[in-house]
T-cell receptor, first 115, second 109 residues
Framework: DGGITQSPKYLFRKEGQNVTLSCEQNLNHDAMYWYRQDPGQGLRLIYYSQIVNDFQKGDIAEGYSVSREKKESFPLTVTSAQKNPTAFYLC??????????????FGPGTRLTVL | GQNIDQPTEMTATEGAIVQINCTYQTSGFNGLFWYQQHAGEAPTFLSYNVLDGLEEKGRFSSFLSRSKGYSYLLLKELQMKDSASYLCAVRDSNYQLIWGAGTKLIIKP
């Protein structure tokens, strides 16, 4: 079955620690995205990657970092510089960046809680 | 700035029809998407509109008026499983999705 996997589903972190969230897709999609979802707000784009070995900052990239060394993988690191990291993190992918009818497919999400 | 507006919450009765509105102001327009999201789960794609008019897909239909910056999602023959949040998103001139905060739909028996 093709799809997107994220792990872990729940993650707890102490203040001052970096943590990496995993995102893997086997849909052969070029584009991948990381969003943050907070209660009462729309999804906000953290980083996106149009193609392997390339990525761009989204609207709220401060305190986060990513890599795209393989087409299938787009891990997100939440660093200690992120002021308010407790949130629901969603990874998504699409066939490409600009194609028409370019729906994004989402992983199940990781809920990060900073203690 | 860019803005997507949706009602925060709506309530409807099982078997009825409900219309969820979305108005937008964005830098350019390259399509509008509707997604469904059950609590604690990932959003799933429902519909896509890029031209004015109505797109029908089973019990769900989506309408777009680009001149008015307006869309709606119409859900017919409501079922309890339709209780979820419905997210409106617009793809802007940079092909980035701008998301509304979502409309929580509560279905009552």
């Amino acid at each position: 079955d093709g799809g997107i996997t994220q792990s872990p589903k729940y993650l707890f972190r102490k203040e001052g620690q970096n943590v990496t969230l995993s995102c893997e897709q086997n849909l052969n999609h070029d584009a991948m995205y990381w969003y943050r979802q907070d209660p009462g707000q729309g999804l906000r784009l953290i980083y996106y990657s149009q193609i392997v070995n390339d990525f761009q900052k989204g609207d709220i990239a401060e305190g986060y970092s990513v890599s795209r060394e393989k087409k299938e993988s787009f891990p997100l690191t939440v660093t200690s510089a992120q002021k308010n990291p407790t949130a629901f993190y969603l990874c998504a992918s699409s066939i490409d960046w600009q194609g028409a009818y370019n729906e994004q497919f989402f992983g199940p999400g990781t809920r990060l809680t900073v203690l | 700035g860019q803005n997507i507006d949706q009602p925060t919450e709506m309530t409807a009765t099982e078997g009825a029809i409900v219309q969820i509105n979305c108005t937008y102001q964005t830098s350019g327009f390259n399509g509008l998407f509707w997604y469904q999201q059950h609590a604690g789960e990932a959003p799933t794609f429902l519909s896509y509109n890029v031209l004015d008019g109505l797109e029908e897909k089973g019990r769900f239909s989506s309408f777009l008026s680009r001149s008015k910056g307006y869309s709606y999602l119409l859900l017919k023959e409501l079922q309890m499983k339709d209780s979820a949040s419905y997210l409106c998103a617009v793809r802007d001139s940079n092909y980035q999705l701008i998301w509304g905060a979502g409309t929580k739909l509560i279905i009552k028996p």
